[in-house]
């Protein structure tokens, strides 16, 4: 255990009692036991510490004492809180999809082998058991962080927070950033006798003072979890400029909504076209 933990009590941490775990979205009680990051103080159940591999803000240092009442009130209006999160697919799913195809894989060929072989049903059942392991590892490693920065992917998970925004592992702060956009653009393919219509990955254009564009994938194409990001930018627009533009109808739809319900600077683009998905 290399770090700080602090079990909270009713007399002297009022203060910190009711904030809201950032992980579990738990609220954090009396007696609960607790760490606060270093860099941006927020506090998190020991639980959710030790599920982030005891790292936040892209380090690992927490508070050797519970942050009082008085420095709380100072740093809060420079207190960067997460407003959204829009993230790849979760680890155990990847792992069971992959678990799947690699050991339908080799229990093809097991079969394929106990069919010309002559072999017994037992090892066809052994080699499903041993693809099936096999396939789980996989899984969890090829879903590892560390494992696609090894291999040069990044996800691209995004987060919103109130002073910045972090895309993968890069995060820019919004006092360096004039306008943020959101994109979906969609494509009629004719491989298949029927057209379809499918989406290309959404992306992010950030607009920076300096005049220089970066445009960022995003990690899914869902729309669920898209529409939580349109939710989050909803929030950014208060102040800072932010652009949807989507070929999608129903995500034009929300887009729209989300903009005459908003007091802030949102623009809806008007698309090129409209297909459906
Ligand atoms: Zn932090």
Not at 92 to 111: G, K, M, R
Request: hydrophobic share 35%.
């Amino acid at each position: 255990m290399s770090y700080h933990s602090h079990i909270l009590n009713s007399s002297s941490h009022s203060h910190i009692i009711g904030r809201t775990d950032p992980i579990t979205g738990d609220s954090v009680k009396e007696n609960d036991r607790v760490v606060f990051c270093t860099v941006c103080k927020s506090c998190f159940l020991e639980d959710s510490w030790v599920y982030m591999n005891e790292r936040h803000c892209e380090q690992n240092q927490t508070l050797d004492t519970i942050p009082a009442l008085a420095s709380r009130l100072v740093s809060k209006k420079i207190k960067d809180e997460l407003i959204t999160e829009l993230k790849h697919g979760g680890v155990v799913l990847q792992a069971v999809l992959v678990t799947l195809v690699v050991s339908f894989l080799v229990s093809l060929s097991a079969l394929q082998q106990t069919v010309y072989q002559g072999d017994t049903e037992a090892i066809g059942a052994f080699s499903i058991l041993i693809s099936a392991c096999l396939g789980f590892i996989v899984g969890v490693i090829t879903a590892n962080d560390s494992f696609d920065e090894l291999m040069g992917l990044t996800k691209n998970n995004v987060r919103l927070f109130t002073n910045r925004i972090e895309i993968g592992k890069e995060s820019f702060v919004w006092s360096d950033i004039e306008q943020i956009k959101y994109q979906r653009e969609m494509y009629v393919s004719e491989s298949t006798k029927v057209k379809q219509n499918f989406s290309h990955i959404p992306f992010l254009l950030i607009y920076f003072n300096n005049d220089s564009v970066l445009k960022k994938n995003l990690a899914t194409k869902s729309h669920s979890k898209t529409e939580k990001l349109l939710m989050g930018l909803e929030k950014i627009s208060y102040f800072k400029n932010v652009s949807f533009y989507s070929e999608n109808p129903q995500e034009l739809k929300v887009m729209h909504n989300i903009k005459r319900n908003s007091k802030g600077k949102i623009e809806v683009g008007k698309p090129k076209k409209l297909l459906n998905y």
